[in-house]
């Protein structure tokens, strides 16, 4: 009964979706206002009916009704309560349902607030977030319907919608229970942050597609939009560091990112999302980038359904993946219909979106930030060639073929290179036409960027070399870093001296004391001239308004950052990037690992650590239907003791008997300080004796400055986030006019 009564109501949603589509369209062609008002109230009505469902379907889960199919297939007896309620977006059907829920729960809250105010826009964005809303429940209620019961008939057991002739109901004694891999709190937080993400960015691809219906090019829609846009930038980048997070307590790999097809799926969308946060600055100052902002918002939308289409299709070889499913041509057909309809849109409008002022200099702030658009465009070429290649091979070969890590990340490494420079620069610069002395100093950095950029090239191709010929001697790299140094001193000369002179002692520090690779020179220095350009403008900015206003050096800091929320926020994100990258730098350039089996009281040595095998012990837990693997090691520093790690090998079962095995799941062992995290991971033991054990062991240099900066990275972007009193609608800054810290600041 609670089953149809939830696949009822998710009919009933789908029709009152399709009508909001109807009415809203039918209400601007005749001019109804009564008309355009029923589909508004119509897609306010559509959440707390897919509530209701959602509720039902939750119900089903946490009561064991193991007849329905989706129950079966994602929850078991054994499992705790709160992962029952997170198999609802564990599995493929729930999760569907989970996404049309969110995009009811947005849809209504764009509707309710200033409907009057937005009222040439709301129409069609009515129209745009239904017929997304009614795609995705479509695809619950034809093909991935979570409420299907198991029926048995002569030919087998299958989940049906609707009863076989000549069936039966069949429950099974027990579930499937969730992929082990996701039986991890991580579950709770991680996927919904990355559907609030996905699901986000639908509304500011509506307004943009309003804003092309109606003719209203300004930058209107961008004002409305903006909190959504960082909001859903938020949530995206939440998921994916929680993703990372997970990958490195859970999956064994060693590391926190595997250039996973689906990990790349979530972060192609990040790609476009950030290109836009800094480009629609450059419309809203300046007027310019219209047409490129739309194309940003449209390949953000495209990239969200066509990430969705990945994970659920089954198309793709990941731990993230769900089993194969018919839906993935149906989500093809609409990310091109979608695609089709934008871009004709834009197309029509295109003449109505040129730029209000011309881009007088290629030294400036808006240059600087389309070149830097460009760069995550590349980046975004790269991931996504990566992931369509495999499947173009298949289909035109008959065999499947992978694109591994190394490709990705030797492709991308110039690219963020490049990246962490402009961000070095940017904030030099001047929106507009600068005056001659302001050109003539930022000449010198922006000709050092130019000159860096076959330099970052050239060094990755010769380290190639060097690798298999062996490294060079630390004093010639080091006297290559001075060189370097000295002429970037001379190119910074009266902007960004202080910073590259800094940036270059750390870099000849490390060449001398810790590494002679090229790539992680030039990758510390990178990092380091961004944060001493970064901290600068905080500081110069602070001290300015501490002799304004007589204030003291904390107070003045907390009030500048609290009126230009939206300025130092985004200083404070690219600070927490810069901690991010040195974790990145050390984890991906400066990773040991090794393996071994060893006998009890036997050691393995790695970087300096000792680790030795102590005790291994084995029991079954036949409640939660899994056997437990510990492991006892002891691990040293030279010979300082530091403690004890207890690696865990899981092996989950889907019997009460405990004899069919399903996906392990390896629980590492893990040592943290400020230098490097010792990762050790149980490979195998032998069960007889208990008396040796193969561990596979990681030394992580600087890898907890990746979850640090991740910290500061959500303070900045609440920070720029944080509402002002109606920020859509105050006025704009004086396009053409740069900014430089006044008393006010």
Not at 301 to 330: D, N
Not at 356 to 366: C, D, F, G, I, P
Not at 427 to 450: A, D, T
Not at 532 to 556: D, G, I, K, P
Request: contains cysteine.
């Amino acid at each position: 009964m609670i089953a149809d009564f939830g696949y009822g109501i998710l009919v009933v949603s789908l029709l009152v979706s399709l009508y909001s589509v109807g009415a809203a369209l039918t209400g601007v062609k005749v001019k109804s206002t009564a008309l355009v008002e029923s589909a508004r109230r119509a897609m306010l009505l559509t959440w707390p009916l897919i509530t209701v469902s959602a509720l039902a379907l939750i119900y089903l889960l946490v009561n064991n009704h193991y007849e329905i199919s989706f129950v079966y297939e994602v929850t078991s007896r054994s499992m705790p309560t709160y992962l029952k309620i997170t198999a609802w977006w564990g599995g493929q059907a729930g999760s569907l349902v989970f996404w049309s829920w969110l995009m009811a729960a947005f849809a209504s809250l764009v509707t309710l607030r200033k409907w009057d105010r937005d009222r040439e826009f709301l129409p069609w964005v009515i129209v745009v977030s239904s017929v997304t809303l009614a795609f995705f429940l479509m695809m619950s209620v034809v093909f991935e319907n979570p409420f299907a019961r198991l029926y048995q008939t002569f030919e087998g057991i299958n989940a049906h919608t609707f009863a076989p002739a000549d069936s039966v109901v069949f429950t099974p004694a027990d579930g499937r229970g969730l992929n082990p891999l996701l039986r991890h709190p991580g579950m709770i937080i991680h996927p919904p942050m990355l559907y609030l993400g996905f699901v986000s960015y639908v509304i500011p691809y509506a307004f943009a597609m309003a804003a092309l219906i109606t003719g209203r090019t300004d930058d209107r829609w961008i004002r409305i939009t903006r909190r959504w846009s960082l909001w859903a930038w938020l949530f995206l980048s939440f998921g994916l560091v929680l993703g990372g997070r997970w990958a490195y307590d859970v999956l064994g790999w060693g590391g926190y990112w595997g250039w996973d097809p689906v990990e790349i799926a979530a972060f192609m969308p990040w790609l476009t999302g950030t290109a836009f946060l800094h480009s629609v600055m450059i419309q809203e100052k300046r007027g310019q980038f219209k047409q490129w902002n739309m194309i940003l918002v449209i390949l953000t939308y495209a990239l969200v359904i066509f990430g969705t289409f990945l994970t659920r299709s089954g198309v793709l070889s990941s731990v993230h993946a769900f089993a194969s499913s018919p839906i993935g041509p149906f989500f093809m057909g609409f990310v091109a219909l979608t695609l089709i309809a934008s871009i004709a849109l834009l197309i029509w409008r295109w003449p109505d979106l040129g730029s209000e002022t011309e881009m007088k200099s290629m030294l400036s702030r808006e240059a600087l930030f389309l070149l830097n658009n460009l760069l995550f465009m590349s980046v975004l070429v790269v991931c996504f060639v990566g992931v369509i290649y495999p499947l173009v091979s298949e289909l035109a070969t008959g065999s499947k073929v992978t694109v591994g890590p190394p490709w990705y990340e030797f492709s991308t490494s110039p690219l963020f290179a490049m990246l962490m420079f402009l961000m070095a620069i940017a904030p030099l610069s001047s929106w507009g036409l600068s005056s001659q002395e302001k050109l003539s100093n930022i000449n010198k950095p922006v000709l050092g960027g130019i000159l860096a950029v076959p330099l970052v090239s050239y060094a990755l191709w010769w380290n190639r070399i060097t690798e298999m010929m062996g490294s060079w001697p630390g004093v010639v790299v080091s006297l290559a870093i001075v060189l370097i140094a000295l002429g970037l001193m001379y190119l910074f000369r009266k902007l960004l001296w202080q910073a590259a002179l800094v940036a270059s002692a750390v870099a000849v520090y490390l060449s001398f004391t810790y590494t002679t690779n090229l790539i992680a020179l030039i990758g510390f220095f990178l990092v380091t001239l961004v944060l001493m350009v970064t901290l600068r403008e905080f500081w110069r900015a602070t001290r300015a308004r501490q002799h304004a206003q007589q204030e003291n050096f904390a107070l003045a800091f907390i009030r500048l950052v609290g009126r230009n929320r939206r300025r130092y926020g985004g200083y404070i994100i690219h600070v927490s990037m810069m901690l991010m990258a040195i974790g990145i730098l050390g984890i991906e350039l400066f990773q040991k690992e090794t393996q071994g089996q060893v006998a009890a009281g036997e050691a393995l040595d790695i970087a300096g650590y000792t680790v030795q095998f102590e005790d291994v012990a084995s029991w079954n837990n036949p409640s939660e239907q899994v056997n437990y693997t510990r492991a006892v090691v002891s691990i040293y520093k030279g010979d300082q003791y530091l403690g004890q790690l207890y690696p865990r090998k899981d092996m989950y079962f889907s019997d009460q008997q405990m004899t069919t095995a399903t996906q392990p799941m390896s629980i590492p062992g893990n040592f943290s300080s400020f230098k490097d995290d010792l990762y050790v991971l149980l490979v195998d033991w032998e069960p007889a004796s208990a008396s040796g054990a193969t561990f596979k062991i990681y030394v992580n240099p600087l890898v907890n400055w990746l979850w640090i900066g991740s910290l500061l990275f959500f303070i900045g972007v609440i920070i720029a986030a944080w509402p002002d009193k109606d920020p859509e609608y105050a006025p704009a800054r004086a396009r053409g006019k740069a900014y430089q810290p006044s008393s006010a600041d």
